[in-house]
């Protein structure tokens, strides 16, 4: 078995490839390559932390397995640590003997704003020139290098609750931090919320025309980033249908709300990129991708690692 620490992951799972893995592992899915039940969560009484189970399965000429077995801590950012804590385990898909163990860290950090890439490249206006990202953590800074590896932006701005965190990320790259929420938001073309906020940070009426959001942050219930009348009011797409029914707070507190109904959900990411489904219909359309990060882009992403170590000599092989 091969071992890959986060910086194994990290060298080795640069982010302009990744968006192209992450578009070519979600059009599988959506022609139904791949298979993967929903993750199953584990959340102890009086418990702040939480785990996750995330199996998937590709089968055909390239058979492979893969789980995700992830720790949720959020007062970790405060510590100075990922909130995402874990190791994704890759299996033979013929033998199911297991081939490499590796960092979930990197692989949530490195995937989950690859797939925003993927999702701003088929649904943001093509002359889109100024992004916000909300938020100033682990997957903010992803997010700025996903959005800087597919465009050149006019201004990008960067607002956290901890406005020391925003000027710190926003000083380092020598961008503008903003005062709020609704500052970064104004004219803002390209939006990207990766917070650990559990009430909405966004307004509908801070969002200008033609505006495409990439709700990142909330992938629990309970907590969401967006208010309800910016997804009521917006084309609505997702990476997993069935993930966003059991698992988005920011699709299920509007369709409680009775501001949406089940049919809200445009289409699948995947069903975008296939041409199964209709993107983006007018330049003044806002739309919004849910993204809740699915096992299939574990597991497309640790088989490239793992092709990308064997050929570098990268990670420990370890008995097991």
Not at 20 to 32: F, I, Q, S, T, W
Not at 41 to 65: I, K, Q, T
Not at 265 to 293: D, H, M, N, Y
Request: aromatic letters at 6%; charged letters at 20%.
């Amino acid at each position: 078995m091969l071992v890959l620490s986060q910086a194994d992951v990290e060298r080795l799972l640069p982010m302009d490839a990744c968006i192209d893995l992450m578009a070519e592992v979600l059009a599988g899915l959506a022609r139904g390559e791949l298979y993967q039940p929903l993750r199953s969560v584990f959340r102890p009484p009086n418990e702040g932390s939480l785990m996750g189970l995330m199996p998937a399965h590709r089968g055909g000429d390239r058979p492979a397995w893969a789980l995700k077995a992830i720790c949720i801590f959020p007062e970790n950012p405060q510590r100075g640590l990922d909130a995402h804590q874990g190791g994704v385990f890759l299996f033979d898909g013929e033998t199911g003997e297991v081939r490499a163990l590796m960092n979930a860290s990197a692989v949530t950090e490195i995937r989950t704003a690859a797939v925003s890439g993927v999702a701003t490249r088929a649904l943001a206006r093509e002359d889109s020139k100024v992004l916000a990202i909300l938020g100033a953590g682990v997957q903010a800074r992803s997010h700025l290098e996903a959005m800087q590896a597919l465009h050149d932006w006019d201004e990008i701005r960067i607002w956290s609750r901890t406005a020391a965190h925003a000027q710190e990320l926003a000083g380092r790259h020598g961008l503008v931090a903003a005062a709020s929420a609704q500052e970064a938001l104004h004219g803002a073309d390209v939006v990207c919320t990766t917070t650990t906020a559990r009430e909405p940070i966004v307004a509908r009426e801070w969002l200008g025309p033609g505006a495409h959001v990439n709700a990142v942050g909330s992938s629990i219930p309970t907590t969401r980033e967006l208010d309800t009348a910016t997804v009521a009011e917006s084309a609505f797409f997702v990476d997993r249908r069935e993930s966003t029914e059991n698992e988005a707070g920011d699709y299920l507190f509007p369709l409680l709300e009775g501001a949406i109904g089940p049919a809200h959900i445009r289409a699948e990411l995947g069903e975008v990129l296939t041409g199964a489904a209709p993107g983006r219909q007018s330049p003044g359309e806002l739309t919004v991708f849910k993204s809740l990060g699915i096992a299939v882009e574990d597991l497309a992403a640790a088989e490239f690692v793992y092709r990308q170590a064997l050929e570098a000599g990268a990670g420990v092989e370890v008995a097991f």
